[in-house]
């Protein structure tokens, strides 16, 4: 079956330290993969997405950066967290065009102090 | 570009109330329409889909009607529970564009004992 795992669940971070969160999906191959941040009581906003090994798109410019070393990895990176960062962060995947809508990972609760 | 616009919340119910929460889209060509629900604390995960002008996506005893004249995709369940509370979305996915889905605010639905 397919699945996907997000960690950590929980980070608490002080302002100018690194940041990594890492997503991987087991049971497809070469799935669509998406980072979005949700702030308190806010929408979803789209960060970045990538459709192969390699291949970043960003949506918006902000003080974060994803890599998709393996085929079913992602890795959202900061150098330095600003307290803006703050947030909810959430990895998706779909297939192809999307018709099958996203899975999402579980959400990584993320506090800059 | 695509848009979502749903109700605004946030939405308190009585339990077994009817419930209806809103949602209107903007997109070119034909896309698909999903609802995602979230539970405190948690990621979002699909609730119902429909890909196709008049399909009826239904799934634990929620639907929602694809209705291309009117841009709309309501959605509906006879009788909610206090189990039912969580922030409701209401998206789409234009299938032409890396499989990124377009996300509405989300609507907080409360239901009371």
């Known amino acids: 079956s397919q699945t996907i795992h997000q960690w950590p669940a929980t980070l608490v971070q002080p302002v100018g330290s690194p940041l990594s969160l890492e997503c991987t999906v087991e049971?497809?191959?070469?799935?669509?993969l998406y980072w979005y941040r949700q702030a308190a009581g806010r929408g979803l906003q789209l960060l970045f997405y990538?459709?192969?090994?390699?291949?970043i798109s960003s949506e918006v410019p902000q003080n974060l950066s994803a890599s998709r070393p393996q085929d079913r990895q992602f890795i959202l990176s900061s150098k330095k967290l600003l307290l803006s960062d703050s947030g909810f962060y959430l990895c998706?995947?779909?297939?192809?065009?999307?018709?099958?809508?996203?899975?999402f990972g579980s959400g990584t609760r993320l506090t800059v102090v | 570009g695509d848009s979502v616009t749903q109700m605004e919340g946030p939405v308190t119910l009585s339990e077994e109330a009817f419930l209806t929460i809103n949602c209107t889209y903007t997109?070119?060509?034909?896309?698909?329409l999903f609802w995602y629900v979230q539970y405190p604390g948690e990621g979002l995960q699909l609730l119902l889909k429909?890909?196709?002008?008049?399909d009826k996506g239904s799934n634990k005893g929620f639907e929602a009607t694809y209705r291309k004249e009117t841009t709309s995709f309501h959605l509906e369940k006879g009788s909610v529970q206090v189990s039912d509370s969580a922030v409701y979305f209401c998206?789409?996915?234009?299938?032409?564009?890396?499989?990124?889905?377009?996300f509405g605010d989300g609507t907080t639905l409360t239901v009371k004992p």
């Open positions: 998706a995947w779909t297939v192809l065009e999307g018709d099958y809508g996203y899975t």
């Open positions: 049971g497809t191959s070469n799935p669509n």
């Open positions: 990538s459709v192969g090994i390699g291949q």
């Open positions: 997109a070119t060509g034909y896309p698909s």
């Open positions: 429909a890909t196709k002008a008049d």
């Open positions: 998206a789409l996915s234009g299938n032409t564009n890396a499989g990124k889905s377009t």
